[in-house]
């Protein structure tokens, strides 16, 4: 399952977007990595937009199965045009979720909530490649 996690801080703006995990979706289900392009392309266009058109200051990781953005220190000229944009990509996400359910979920989280660092999500990802790649590797034999 691909799992979208944002937090807001106290005003309720978003400052951490991450992706994470795989759709594990067949021929059968509907097309094979249809909705994990789908969302890397979304993440893509996300991280495009904030560094190139909108110039805003990020932390970014990406990685197999892993997308990480954090929104750094800006004018509020900025930060209002990233939050466009982040507003936008979770509301696309949203939609591809509510057609795929099961496969992709998004959820927000307060500031005060608990919620992984970037560490955490990249060590969550290689554990999920890992286990994916065991998993293709014993399809592999058995074909």
């Known amino acids: 399952m691909i799992r979208v996690s944002t937090q807001t801080d106290a005003c309720g703006r978003m ?13 059968e289900d509907g097309g ?5 392009a789908g969302v890397s392309a979304l993440c893509g266009a996300l991280a495009i937009g904030l560094e190139r058109v909108v110039r805003a200051s990020v932390f970014l990781r990406e990685s197999r199965g892993l ?5 750094e220190s800006m004018s509020s000229e900025v930060e209002e045009k990233a939050q466009v944009l982040l ?8 939609e591809l979720a509510h057609y795929n359910e099961g496969f992709l979920s998004v959820q927000t989280f307060a500031q ?3 919620f992984p660092t970037a560490e ?15 998993y293709m590797s014993e399809v592999k034999n058995l074909e």
């Open 112 to 114: 005060e909530e608990s």
């Open 87 to 94: 507003c936008t990509t979770v509301e696309a996400l949203r």
């Open 67 to 71: 997308f990480y953005i954090r929104l």
């Open 32 to 36: 094979e990595d249809l909705l994990c």
């Open 120 to 134: 955490e999500f990249m060590a969550e990802a290689e554990a999920e490649n890992e286990l994916s790649d065991q």
């Open 15 to 27: 400052k951490i977007f991450a992706c994470l995990g795989h759709a594990g979706l067949t021929v």
